[in-house]
């Protein structure tokens, strides 16, 4: 059974930069299509995935408005995801999940973690 764990959320001003960390117990990578990702949910808003991880690690996916801004990372011998967020905005605050996904043209979550809230003021 997985269990996914984040930290490292927090209030930040724009510019800012955050790392969440998410620690995953249970889990591997089983097929190529198959990952670790972040995803947010803004209030009022639908969940989106964030950033995500697969190809046996080796892929990475980015929605367009964290291009260039967000990195999705691994430590393998810690079985650790991390996001790192530089030049927040205020409209990247939400609730931010990590969730083992599969890629399906974006990642879609198959088990989550509690979430991690991040602020971001103008």
């Known amino acids: 059974q997985v269990q996914l764990v984040e930290s490292g959320g927090g209030s930040v001003q724009a510019g800012g930069s955050l790392r969440l960390s998410c620690a995953a117990s249970g889990y591997t990578y089983s097929n190529y299509n198959m990952g670790m990702g972040w995803f947010r949910q803004a209030p009022g808003k639908e969940r989106e995935g964030v950033a995500a991880?697969?190809?046996?690690?080796?892929?990475?996916y980015y929605v367009d408005s964290v291009k260039g801004r967000f990195t999705i990372s691994q430590d393998v011998a810690k079985n650790t995801w991390y996001l790192e967020m530089n030049s927040l905005k205020p409209e990247d605050t939400a609730m931010y999940y990590c969730?083992?996904?599969?890629?399906?043209?974006?990642?879609?979550?198959?088990?989550w973690g509690q979430g991690t809230q991040v602020t971001v003021s103008s």
């Open positions: 969730a083992t996904c599969t890629m399906i043209g974006s990642p879609r979550g198959l088990n």
């Open positions: 991880i697969y190809g046996f690690g080796h892929r990475t």
